[in-house]
């Protein structure tokens, strides 16, 4: 049983199959209402939840506080702190931000409570084809999840206050999102979108507050409804989740890989680019990752 309420299409050559699922995320990025549009997220392996990967250290770690915002917040400052000490902080001769600084370190590895998405749904799909360890990921399928933007205030690229202030500022049930600064080439190439929230233990899957569907019976999920009615035109009744599931077939993946890099330009060394005017930056960011294989 699938943890999600993803679609995914069911019958047709691995051709056809990679075309539907196309055709399926395109079709709920574009012919959504533009002031309500979905945000994107990949995960090439798709038994991992939905969660910043500060909580996840927080779970696995041996000997670590619990996960509450208290321990996400403290845990976070050290994280903070550890990075400017290691002179990693700093981009162009200018001191980073909390924030700026927990995004750059985001995207090269490190645990921190932002959780990544994107504006464009084939980088998301990239990343679900895509994984930073293959050894650990090549033989699952792949998830990529909408998420509905956030109507609540967003957090301002260069908002200069620690990151207590800002966490403790985004209420409970709610999350926030910050577009980080270009001040590193993964952020620019991956659009440095983020979400922040408070630890939320309402649904196992996700740890922040956004809603997803139970995962049975998939078929009467809202978005099986939506995905199987577009040829009718008949939209479902009721509202749409906070976040809605697609599945890449793990024996998809090689195909859609090849397929994105000859139409989009993505490769892996485009996407993960090395960051060689910070050489310790990545040995940091690994030092500070999620544990237990993550």
């Known amino acids: 049983m699938s943890k999600w309420d993803w679609w995914y299409p069911t019958t047709g050559t691995p051709d056809e199959r990679m075309r ?9 990025h574009l012919a959504w209402p533009f002031d309500d549009p979905w ?33 996400v917040e403290g845990e976070t400052l050290q994280l ?24 750059m370190l985001q995207h090269h590895g490190a645990a921190t409570p932002l959780l990544d998405v994107s504006l464009d749904p084939l980088l998301a799909l990239y990343m679900a084809v895509v994984s930073p360890d293959p050894k650990r990921d090549d033989g699952k399928h792949g998830a990529v999840f909408a998420i509905k933007k956030p109507k609540s205030k967003a957090i301002e690229p260069f908002d200069h206050r620690i990151f207590s202030t800002i966490y403790r500022e985004v209420p409970a049930g709610e999350v926030r999102l910050y577009t980080a600064p270009d001040v590193s080439e993964r952020l620019r190439i991956q659009r440095g979108h983020f979400l922040l929230g408070k630890v939320s233990d309402s649904d196992p899957r996700v ?55 000859a139409r989009s330009g993505l490769t892996r060394e485009f996407v993960f680019p090395t960051s060689w005017h910070k050489p310790h930056l990545e040995d940091f960011a690994t030092s500070h990752r999620r544990l237990c294989g993550f």
């Open 207 to 261: 740890s922040i507050s956004l809603t997803i569907e139970p995962a049975e019976p998939v078929h009467s999920s809202w978005i099986w409804e939506r995905m199987e009615s577009r040829r009718g035109g008949v939209q479902p009744q009721k509202l749409a989740p906070d976040v809605v599931v697609f599945q890449v077939a793990q024996d998809l993946k090689e195909a859609l890989q090849k397929l994105l890099e």
């Open 20 to 28: 539907e699922i196309l055709r399926a995320i395109l079709d709920l």
């Open 39 to 71: 945000l994107w997220r990949g995960q090439a392996n798709w038994e991992f939840g939905l969660e910043p990967g500060m909580h996840t250290r927080l779970r696995a770690k041996t000997g670590s506080p619990p996960l509450t915002d208290d321990n």
């Open 80 to 103: 903070v702190y550890a990075a400017q000490n290691s002179n990693i902080g700093n981009h162009e001769g200018t001191a980073l931000t909390n924030m700026a600084l927990l995004a």
